[in-house]
């Protein structure tokens, strides 16, 4: 079936750079986007971008843009998402997140990294 | 981008009807039928109910509906059920061919 298997959960220090793995399974991985999204403690979802695994064209959210970069290896199957500079309040969950077919939205999502910022 | 405007909380009793809005600007969902909502439940991760509005994935159950006018989405859910209690959000497409995230809802099933 369709999965998405993440990376394991970090520990960085602050000003450090984190990158995250979504291994894809199940699908034709270079026919659709991933998306990125990440939740800190208690609070909403957020949206970091996307990339389209066929031809890497990135889009990302003015909020992380010079900071983030978002990659793909297409005979791994796997995305990549990588945050730099890291701040404490860069504490959160990181999911990677696929489409439905020919529709837009997130409908498969990895199980979430845990990426911790401390001193 | 500021998050879409969703109430803090929202609640009913078992078998009743709720509903969820979603507010946003002519830019995102005003101008666009790519609403999705998700149902997070603590610790996992977020499952999609219903995307383009009003479409629901396989294996969803028909208890939930979207819907939209103008600048506003909403989420129905009908025959409320404990399962239901968990955090809602909602995601619109934008004209920066971005995405953007409601500011949640937690349902409580009384």
């Known amino acids: 079936q369709v999965q998405l298997l993440q990376s394991g959960a970090e520990v960085k220090r602050p000003g450090a750079s984190v990158k995250v793995s979504c291994k894809a399974s199940?699908?034709?991985?270079?026919?659709?986007?991933l998306h990125w999204v990440r939740q800190a403690p208690g609070q909403r979802l957020e949206w970091m971008g996307w990339i389209n695994a066929g031809n890497g064209i990135t889009k990302y959210s003015e909020e992380f843009k010079g900071r983030v970069t978002m990659t793909r290896d297409t005979a791994a199957t796997t995305g990549y998402m990588e945050l730099r500079s890291l701040r404490y309040e860069d504490t959160a969950v990181y999911y990677c997140?696929?489409?439905?077919?020919?529709?837009?939205?997130?409908?498969?999502w990895g199980q979430g990294t845990t990426v911790t910022v401390s001193s | 981008q500021s998050a879409l405007t969703q109430p803090a909380s929202v609640s009913g009793s078992p078998g009743q009807s709720i509903t969820i809005s979603c507010t946003g600007t002519s830019s995102d969902v005003g101008d666009y039928n790519h609403v999705s909502w998700y149902q997070q439940h603590p610790g996992k991760a977020p499952k999609l109910m219903i995307y383009?509005?009003?479409e629901r994935p396989s294996g969803v159950s028909n208890r939930f509906s979207g819907s939209k006018s103008g600048n506003t989405a909403s989420l129905t859910i009908s025959g409320l059920q404990a399962e239901d209690e968990a955090d809602y959000y909602c995601n619109s497409y934008t004209s920066s061919s971005a995405y953007v995230f409601g500011s949640g809802t937690r349902v409580t099933v009384l």
């Open positions: 997140a696929r489409p439905p077919v020919g529709a837009k939205g997130m409908d498969v």
């Open positions: 199940g699908y034709n991985f270079i026919i659709s986007n």
């Open positions: 383009d509005v009003s």
